[in-house]
C-alpha cells in the first residue's frame, strides 16, 4: 500500500492511471480515491488536513501514528510540492488487511509491517530475489527483456516484503528529460575528457543532452551532484570512477532511472553495470616485457582507492607467472606533488628496491621529481611505466611507456547503454568495448645490475 500526502488527489489519479496500465502489474489493482478529510472506514484510518506536516491517525485497528515532515535537500521544483499539497491519494493492490503504517523515503511509501525508520526498498527486493537492482527494477516496471523465472521470483520477493511503490511519483518521472547527467571524480585526465566527448557523440546522435558535473576529487562533492541531478531530473547517469555513493544513488534505482560507470566501480558504489576496458592484455604485455629485460622485482605505487581496481589484480598475478616479486605502496590521494617525495624515497631507498614501477600518468610529475631529487635516472636506475596517456609524457626523456585506453570508445558505449536501456533493454553486468592497450617508450629498458 502506498501513500503519497504532497500530491493533489487529481494529479496522483492521473499519474498513477499511467504507471498502472503497463505489463507484469499484479491483479486486483485499485484506486481509493478520497479527500483529506473523509474517513476511509474499510482500514479504520481518520484524515485531517493538514500542510506538509499531514499526518494519518490510525483508528483502532493495529497501526501506530506517522508524521509526513518535509523531504530534506528537495528544492521548490520537487513535482511533489506545490500549492495542492495536502490532499491525499491512496492506491491499493489487493484487499486491506488491516490498518496502515506508511513512510516515504525517496520517492517510495511502505505499509505494513512499518518500523520507524525502516522501509523497503529496491534493493532490498533484489537481494531478497537474489537479482541484480536493474533486473528487480526491468521486472517489476514489466519490461519484456526479463526471463519469466527471474520476474515471477521477483514478484514474490515484493509481495513478501510488502513492497510497495509509489505509482503516482513514477507516473510524474514518465515524462523524459531527454537528458544524461554525468559525474567524474576530476574533469582534467585525458581519458575523462575523452570519456566525456564519447558520451556526448552518442548522447547527440539520439537525441540527448549531457549534464555534466565535475567533484572536483572531493566525495563530499560527489553526493552533492548526484543530488542535484536528483532534482534535475536527469532520464539517465553515468559516473566515472563512482565510490562510496551507493546510498546516494538509492533514490535513482528507486525510480528506476538507468544508473551505469565508467573505466572503474569502487567500493560503495554497489553492483552497476561496468563500462571498462579490460586492462589484463595490457598489463600481460607489459610485464612480459620487463620479464624479458631481466627484471626481478616490480612495484605499484597507487592511492589507496586505485590499489582496490583490477589492475592490482593483473600486476600481482602476471608477475607471479614470471617469478617476479611485486609490491605496492601506497600514495596520498592529494594534488601536491611534492607528497610523493617520501613514499619514492623509502622505496628507493630500500636494500632490495624495485627495479621497475608502476603509476597512474597524474602522479608522474611528483615521481619525475622526487627521482631526480635523489640522483635517480630513468631507466638507467629504475623503468617506469604509466597508466593512462598524454602528449607531455611522450615528450619527456625519455618518453613514458603507457598503458593506455580509448576514452572516446568507453564514452560511446556508456552513452548507448543508456540510452537503450531507456528505451527498455538493460546492459550486462559488464561491457567491454575495447581493450586497453600497451605502448612501449624508452622509459623501459633493461634491470639495473
Same mark, same amino acid.
Given at each position: ?8 488527489? !487529481? ?58 515532515? !518535509? ?279 630500500? !636494500? ?98
Amino acid at each position: 500500500m502506498a501513500w503519497n500526502p504532497r500530491c493533489s488527489a !487529481r494529479a496522483a489519479y492521473a499519474a498513477s492511471s499511467r504507471a498502472v496500465s503497463g505489463p507484469l502489474r499484479p491483479p486486483a489493482t485499485q484506486m481509493l480515491i478520497r479527500s483529506a478529510t473523509g474517513r476511509l472506514s474499510p482500514y479504520g484510518i481518520t484524515f485531517s488536513e493538514r500542510d506538509d506536516s499531514t499526518s494519518a491517525r490510525p483508528g483502532a485497528g493495529r497501526g501506530r501514528r506517522a508524521g509526513y515532515g !518535509r523531504s530534506q535537500g528537495r528544492t521548490s521544483s520537487d513535482p511533489l510540492e506545490g500549492p495542492e499539497a495536502g490532499a491525499l491519494a491512496r492506491v491499493s493492490t489487493g484487499a486491506g488487511d488491516g490498518a496502515v503504517r506508511p513512510e516515504r523515503t525517496s520517492g517510495y511509501m511502505v505499509a505494513d509491517e512499518w518500523k520507524p525508520g525502516r522501509v523497503v526498498t529496491l534493493k532490498d527486493v533484489a537481494r531478497h530475489a537474489d537479482v541484480s537492482i536493474s533486473t528487480a527494477s526491468r521486472a517489476l516496471t514489466g519490461q519484456r527483456n526479463v526471463q519469466t523465472e527471474l520476474a515471477a521470483r521477483v514478484w514474490a520477493a515484493a509481495e513478501e516484503l510488502d513492497y510497495r511503490p509509489n505509482v503516482a511519483a513514477r507516473g510524474l518521472r514518465l515524462a523524459r528529460t531527454m537528458t544524461i547527467g554525468a559525474v567524474f571524480n576530476r574533469l582534467e585526465s585525458p581519458v575523462a575528457l575523452e570519456v566525456f566527448d564519447g558520451l556526448g557523440e552518442a548522447a547527440h546522435e539520439h537525441g540527448y543532452s549531457v549534464l555534466v558535473a565535475n567533484a572536483g576529487g572531493s566525495a563530499g562533492e560527489y553526493q552533492v551532484v548526484l543530488q542535484r541531478l536528483f532534482d534535475q531530473r536527469v532520464d539517465a547517469l553515468v559516473l566515472y570512477r563512482p565510490s562510496g555513493v551507493e546510498a546516494q544513488l538509492q533514490p535513482f534505482h528507486d525510480l528506476g532511472v538507468p544508473v551505469v560507470a565508467v573505466f572503474a566501480r569502487g567500493p560503495g558504489s554497489g553492483d552497476l553495470p561496468l563500462v571498462t576496458n579490460g586492462p589484463g592484455a595490457a598489463i600481460a604485455q607489459a610485464v612480459a616485457r620487463l620479464a624479458e629485460l631481466g627484471h626481478r622485482s616490480l612495484a605499484y605505487l597507487a592511492t589507496p582507492v586505485e590499489m582496490r581496481d583490477n589492475r592490482t589484480t593483473h600486476l600481482r598475478e602476471e608477475s607471479a607467472k614470471y617469478g617476479i616479486e611485486f609490491a605496492m605502496h601506497p600514495l596520498l590521494d592529494d594534488r601536491d606533488h611534492a607528497s610523493i617525495g617520501p613514499v619514492v624515497h623509502d622505496v628507493m631507498s630500500a !636494500r632490495h628496491r624495485p627495479t621497475g614501477l608502476f603509476i597512474r600518468y597524474r602522479h608522474v610529475p611528483g615521481l619525475l621529481q622526487a627521482l631526480n631529487a635523489g640522483g635517480l635516472e630513468i631507466p638507467r636506475d629504475v623503468s617506469l611505466v604509466s597508466f593512462g596517456d598524454a602528449e607531455w609524457l611522450q615528450s619527456t626523456r625519455p618518453p613514458i611507456a603507457t598503458i593506455n585506453v580509448d576514452g572516446q570508445e568507453l564514452g560511446r558505449a556508456a552513452g548507448r547503454a543508456v540510452v537503450e536501456w531507456i528505451k527498455g533493454t538493460a546492459p550486462p553486468a559488464v561491457i567491454q568495448p575495447s581493450s586497453a592497450y600497451w605502448v612501449d617508450r624508452a622509459s623501459v629498458g633493461p634491470a639495473p645490475a
